[in-house]
């Protein structure tokens, strides 16, 4: 008999694993499947975390289940630096296929997130011979030395300094944040011009190697950047021969409705960053990029051990042709539909909902006082985060300032589930208000 329960899983978690560690919600898990987690007390818990957005297609979709287990049986790891296997090559093809990025694409596979982002960073430099790279407030790009450095939020980077050189940060194009009142076409204007004038005051344009962004930014908030703000800062790049990186590690494979963000503004980059649900859960991401640019890289200066390993390999190929065959982007649409409706309703309810925004399934609200945005109210979605978590609905929050409320449940939820997390959402919220 299982003696096991989630207050001593806590407990043992407390006694083994440093501080450090983050705990964004106490939940447990035993078991998952499609969007409910049934925890060590034996309660179903409904999933709109995901993972922090990794199970776009569902925890443990059998065919990915499947591919795991049959490639577990063959080989599990001998390095791709030393034996060749078809496993990586054909991921790599699917990829190219999927996004492809001028004449000729290439794919690089490594583990994380933050490691496509710390391996795009150096294509770009070797690419151009130069050093400086700009990022964004609110961006979250990981926690390895390079992408802590790109990441905006202070409290992920506390005494872990020196950070590396030659990095620079302007402010992300949110109009709901620094430009209300203004047309988008007037706001986007000023911001372009804004980032024209960086270049005179902070780093010249000659010296940067990159520009990398999220389309919409994940932990930051949610915030979409104006699509003609990123056909402006295609125009700078290609002006001055910058490479432009996107970081769709959190917005690839379903979760905007799309393959990936990027198919909204119909803005190629130059490189791209990938992670998250391309693997259903194992540790699986990669570089995507023009071949020219990925070629530059010197041998050995991108990868590492365990790069494109075989199981996680497998694994993506089978969730890539899971959500293929389950039109996983169409559900996301509908998702995503959902939610805004439901999200927009509330917000015309209480004016401590500053904002309803997004893209695709890939949603939020942010909580303010006085509806003021320069007001946030951590306090408040803290708060109802805690109170959906007595009602076994797993949800966490965004934001520099953990205000926003954010929706990464995996996109395969039934309607009814989804209606019934939200209801949860709601009715905590009214006990709040009230």
Known sequence: MNTMTSESLLDRRKKAVPNGVGVFNTATVQSANNATIIDTNGNELIDFAGGIGVVNAGHCPPPVVDAIIDQAKKYIHTSFNVVTYEPYIALCEELNELFPHGEQTKTVLVSTGAESVENAIKIARQYTKRNGVLCFSGAFHGRTMMAMTLTSKTAYSIDC????????????PSIYQRGQGMSEDDFVAQELAHLRSYFNTHVRA????????????????????????????REICDEYGIVLIFDEVQTGFGRTASWGAMDHYSVQPDLSTWAKSMGSGLPIACVIGKAEIMDSAAPSTIGGTYIGNPLACAASLATIQYMKDIDLNAKAKTVGEIIKSRFDAMQAKYSCIGDVRGLGAMLA???????????????????????????D??????????????????????????HRGIDIIEEELDKLMA
């Open 393 to 418: 609905l797993i949800v966490i929050s965004a934001g520099v300032n953990k205000n926003v409320l954010r929706i990464l449940s995996p996109l395969t939820i039934s309607t009814e589930l989804l």
């Open 206 to 233: 000659e010296d940067l190697a990159a520009i990398i962004i999220e389309l919409v930014q994940g932990e930051g908030g949610f915030h979409s950047a104006p699509i003609k703000y990123v056909e402006g800062l």
């Open 365 to 391: 609200m942010e909580f303010v006082k006085n509806n003021d945005p320069n007001q946030p109210d951590g306090e408040l979605c803290l708060k109802l985060i805690r109170a959906c978590a007595k009602r």
């Open 161 to 172: 300094g020196p950070f590396a050189p030659e990095v620079y940060r302007i402010d992300y």
